[in-house]
């Protein structure tokens, strides 16, 4: 269990830590020599069970809340520290309102500097605690009366700690790991060390970690090997959520590249951001919080300025809760359910907190019923609550990966939560993509539906290429999971394709009786030339037929799935296209992809008509295109064009 005190300057937190643990906390020469403490300080006591209890002493001063925060995040119960003479102070105020913000529940009151007044004050005192408490979320916390300089009272309130700590349930090591990097120091003989407390997940020694995010323009973070760790101040193999863990790091960077704000994550998780919805409460005690205001974000140990957009009317009034964006002016690491404090402009008052919903916005439509909607079922700590309503909402697929990482899911864990939702997952490399299986469903008849349309509109052609057809069907639907629908729906015989049209088996198209003799005059004219036939112009001047009739011809021929346009006024019989296709896939299997160099060294003639060649096949979606080389999308693409 991890203990952060809490309290105005002066109050006696340091003193009271020492007396509990016998660990000054304050380790900067400055402090020691001004008597305050300006930065996070830590202790640990050995538990009888063997397990560690861990102190993060806080500063007390109005201008080191920024420290404050940083500690505040991870601790697991509150020790509230009132000097008996002062009673509540405003920092003792402002520290209990970023308690409450933060959602810490669990806790006890120090009444501190006993020995310095009478029993009339410390009567006074309590019943000033009690009204402070009240309607907190620490209202009912045990008091302590205690003189940390003579001693007395502290052993009951170590006591009262040590009952507390026994029936403390440990953190759930879920998740992947995540640290708040605090402190970077580095140790002769050992190197860089970064501490922090683990939020999620497990590290051990030998594990990959990334340092994100980071000022070097390196977007994935800084990648590092654990040497070693202490976990609650001990030599250990493993840590885990919830525990004060100091890693040993070795990788290419220094100690510079580190800093308090960064965060030490599995590489999974390294996923930097600038944006992210979630849901904000104003306290009462606060003026409401105006759309677009300027904020300092403390989250994790980071303090990151940016500005509120509120999602909900113009403001949050006072007391209220409400959705709203936070953009950042820098990048950070989030998953939905972090806790943060959100400061004013000059970082003087402490205006909101809240709780991470979603780490991907969308960049439109985000007041729209159907996202808020969304956002307010994000607000369910069980991730399949979302997830149900966003596979009904989303038509074209949920982005596994994204819906995982804003959860902070493994792999194992994801995979669990997508087969008890029953979702349809099209896999794509990396790239994941779930459907509801009546969205999955409604999909395929809509793809039938727009082809039904097509063949009623131009009777006279074959079908529809590949990607006009994912198109029609549905503009935003990835082309993964549009091949995987069009397979199902081959396999299960309700639809067909010739050559690079998809149709409807029932459907034929076929050339007018006068066409079809024409076209058998004509075709040997391509034929002689396979791979660079001539153009339009050519063979009408070749055969003797007027230009525009051989243009108006070879279009219906197009239609009827016998030429391809290639180029402008430039056809390829289907048979030549096939042969090409089957080059451009062999191509694509010696080398990774297709070039124009080697393709026309294949088929001979000019490097351009192999370039027209190349671009044609990304037109209609057998290839895509990635600088200048050309990559075959799918084998199922592949054989649609051999075997027919």
Same mark, same amino acid.
């Given at each position: 269990?991890?203990?952060?005190?809490?309290?105005?300057?002066?109050?006696?937190?340091?003193?009271?830590?020492?007396?509990?643990?016998?660990?000054?906390?304050?380790?900067?020469?400055?402090?020691?020599?001004?008597?305050?403490?300006?930065?996070?300080?830590?202790?640990?006591?050995?538990?009888?069970?063997?397990?560690?209890?861990?102190?993060?002493?806080?500063?007390?001063?109005?201008?080191?809340?920024?420290?404050?925060?940083?500690?505040?995040?991870?601790?697991?119960?509150?020790?509230?520290?009132?000097?008996?003479?002062?009673?509540?102070?405003?920092?003792?105020?402002?520290?209990?309102?970023?308690?409450?913000?933060?959602? %810490? *529940?669990?806790? $006890?009151?120090?009444? !501190?500097?006993?020995? =310095?007044?009478?029993?009339? #004050?410390? /009567?006074?005192? +309590?019943?000033?605690?009690?009204?402070?408490?009240?309607?907190?979320?620490?209202?009912?916390?045990?008091?302590?009366?205690?003189?940390?300089?003579?001693?007395?009272?502290?052993?009951?309130?170590?006591?009262? %700690? *040590?009952?507390? $700590?026994?029936?403390? !349930?440990?953190?759930? =090591?879920?998740?992947?790991? #995540?640290? /708040?990097?605090? +402190?970077?120091?580095?140790?002769?003989?050992?190197?860089?060390?970064?501490?922090?407390?683990?939020?999620?997940?497990?590290?051990?020694?030998?594990?990959?970690?990334?340092?994100?995010?980071?000022?070097?323009?390196?977007?994935?973070?800084?990648?590092?090997?654990?040497?070693?760790?202490?976990?609650?101040?001990?030599?250990?193999?493993?840590?885990?959520?919830?525990?004060?863990?100091?890693?040993?790091?070795?990788?290419?960077?220094?100690?510079?590249?580190?800093?308090?704000?960064?965060?030490?994550?599995?590489?999974?998780?390294?996923?930097?951001?600038?944006?992210?919805?979630?849901?904000?409460?104003?306290?009462?005690?606060?003026?409401?919080?105006?759309?677009?205001?300027?904020?300092?974000?403390?989250?994790?140990?980071?303090?990151?300025?940016?500005?509120?957009?509120?999602?909900?009317?113009?403001?949050?009034?006072?007391?209220?809760?409400?959705?709203?964006?936070?953009?950042?002016?820098?990048?950070?690491?989030?998953?939905?359910?972090?806790?943060?404090?959100?400061?004013?402009?000059?970082?003087?008052?402490?205006?909101?907190?809240?709780?991470?919903?979603?780490?991907?916005?969308?960049?439109?439509?985000?007041?729209?019923?159907?996202?808020?909607?969304?956002?307010?079922?994000?607000?369910?700590?069980?991730?399949?609550?979302?997830?149900?309503?966003?596979?009904?909402?989303?038509?074209?697929?949920?982005?596994?990966?994204?819906?995982?990482?804003?959860?902070?899911?493994?792999?194992?864990?994801?995979?669990?939560?997508?087969?008890?939702?029953?979702?349809?997952?099209?896999?794509?490399?990396?790239?994941?993509?779930?459907?509801?299986?009546?969205?999955?469903?409604?999909?395929?008849?809509?793809?039938?539906?727009?082809?039904?349309?097509?063949?009623?509109?131009?009777?006279?052609?074959?079908?529809?290429?590949?990607?006009?057809?994912?198109?029609?069907?549905?503009?935003?639907?990835?082309?993964?999971?549009?091949?995987?629908?069009?397979?199902?729906?081959?396999?299960?015989?309700?639809?067909?394709?010739?050559?690079?049209?998809?149709?409807?088996?029932?459907?034929?198209?076929?050339?007018?009786?006068?066409?079809?003799?024409?076209?058998?005059?004509?075709?040997?004219?391509?034929?002689?030339?396979?791979?660079?036939?001539?153009?339009?112009?050519?063979?009408?001047?070749?055969?003797?037929?007027?230009?525009?009739?051989?243009?108006?011809?070879?279009?219906?021929?197009?239609?009827?799935?016998?030429?391809?346009?290639?180029?402008?006024?430039?056809?390829?019989?289907?048979?030549?296209?096939?042969?090409?296709?089957?080059?451009?896939?062999?191509?694509?299997?010696?080398?990774?992809?297709?070039?124009?160099?080697?393709?026309?060294?294949?088929?001979?003639?000019?490097?351009?008509?192999?370039?027209?060649?190349?671009?044609?096949?990304?037109?209609?979606?057998?290839?895509?295109?990635?600088?200048?080389?050309?990559?075959?999308?799918?084998?199922?693409?592949?054989?649609?064009?051999?075997?027919?």
């Amino acid at each position: 269990m991890i203990i952060g005190t809490a309290g105005h300057i002066d109050h006696g937190k340091t003193t009271l830590v020492k007396a509990l643990t016998g660990v000054d906390a304050d380790r900067l020469p400055e402090e020691k020599a001004r008597g305050i403490t300006l930065d996070l300080g830590y202790a640990y006591v050995p538990q009888a069970d063997g397990s560690v209890l861990g102190f993060i002493d806080v500063p007390g001063h109005e201008k080191l809340i920024h420290n404050m925060l940083a500690g505040a995040t991870g601790i697991d119960f509150v020790l509230l520290v009132i000097a008996a003479d002062d009673g509540p102070m405003p920092q003792t105020r402002e520290h209990l309102e970023l308690l409450e913000l933060l959602g %810490l *529940d669990r806790g $006890a009151v120090a009444l !501190t500097k006993c020995d =310095a007044v009478d029993a009339t #004050r410390i /009567a006074a005192a +309590r019943a000033e605690i009690a009204a402070l408490l009240a309607g907190t979320r620490l209202q009912g916390s045990p008091l302590f009366a205690l003189s940390a300089t003579t001693g007395a009272g502290v052993a009951e309130l170590r006591a009262h %700690l *040590d009952a507390v $700590a026994a029936t403390h !349930t440990a953190r759930s =090591a879920a998740g992947r790991f #995540r640290l /708040a990097i605090d +402190r970077c120091f580095t140790l002769s003989g050992i190197g860089t060390v970064v501490t922090g407390t683990a939020f999620s997940g497990r590290v051990g020694a030998g594990d990959t970690v990334v340092i994100a995010p980071t000022q070097r323009g390196s977007h994935g973070g800084i990648r590092a090997r654990v040497k070693s760790l202490h976990v609650q101040d001990r030599p250990a193999q493993h840590g885990q959520a919830g525990e004060r863990c100091a890693l040993a790091l070795t990788g290419d960077f220094e100690k510079q590249d580190v800093e308090r704000g960064m965060w030490l994550v599995e590489p999974a998780a390294a996923r930097p951001l600038t944006r992210f919805q979630a849901e904000l409460h104003v306290p009462a005690t606060q003026a409401a919080l105006k759309h677009w205001t300027s904020v300092h974000l403390h989250l994790g140990a980071a303090d990151i300025t940016g500005r509120v957009a509120v999602l909900e009317g113009d403001q949050i009034a006072p007391g209220a809760t409400a959705l709203a964006e936070i953009l950042l002016d820098r990048e950070t690491l989030a998953v939905r359910g972090d806790r943060f404090v959100l400061r004013d402009a000059s970082a003087r008052r402490s205006i909101a907190g809240g709780r991470v919903l979603d780490c991907f916005p969308p960049t439109r439509h985000k007041r729209s019923p159907a996202r808020l909607a969304l956002l307010a079922a994000l607000r369910d700590d069980d991730p399949a609550i979302s997830l149900r309503l966003l596979a009904g909402q989303a038509t074209a697929g949920i982005d596994l990966c994204r819906f995982a990482a804003n959860w902070n899911l493994t792999e194992d864990a994801a995979t669990a939560l997508w087969q008890a939702a029953a979702l349809r997952v099209v896999r794509s490399g990396e790239q994941q993509i779930g459907f509801a299986a009546a969205g999955w469903q409604a999909l395929g008849e809509r793809l039938l539906a727009a082809l039904a349309t097509e063949h009623q509109r131009a009777p006279d052609m074959v079908g529809v290429e590949r990607e006009r057809l994912r198109r029609l069907t549905l503009p935003t639907l990835e082309r993964a999971a549009f091949d995987a629908l069009v397979a199902e729906l081959l396999a299960a015989g309700r639809l067909a394709a010739s050559r690079a049209w998809l149709h409807l088996p029932e459907h034929q198209a076929s050339l007018a009786a006068g066409d079809r003799d024409l076209f058998a005059v004509l075709q040997p004219l391509l034929d002689a030339q396979a791979f660079g036939p001539p153009r339009v112009r050519d063979i009408g001047k070749a055969s003797g037929t007027a230009e525009d009739a051989v243009r108006q011809l070879f279009r219906r021929v197009a239609r009827a799935g016998e030429l391809y346009p290639v180029a402008h006024d430039h056809y390829f019989t289907a048979q030549a296209v096939a042969q090409l296709a089957a080059i451009v896939a062999e191509l694509d299997a010696a080398h990774g992809a297709a070039r124009a160099a080697d393709l026309r060294d294949r088929i001979g003639g000019g490097r351009k008509v192999a370039i027209h060649i190349l671009e044609f096949f990304d037109r209609i979606g057998y290839t895509r295109r990635v600088r200048d080389e050309h990559i075959v999308r799918s084998t199922g693409a592949t054989h649609a064009w051999l075997n027919n």
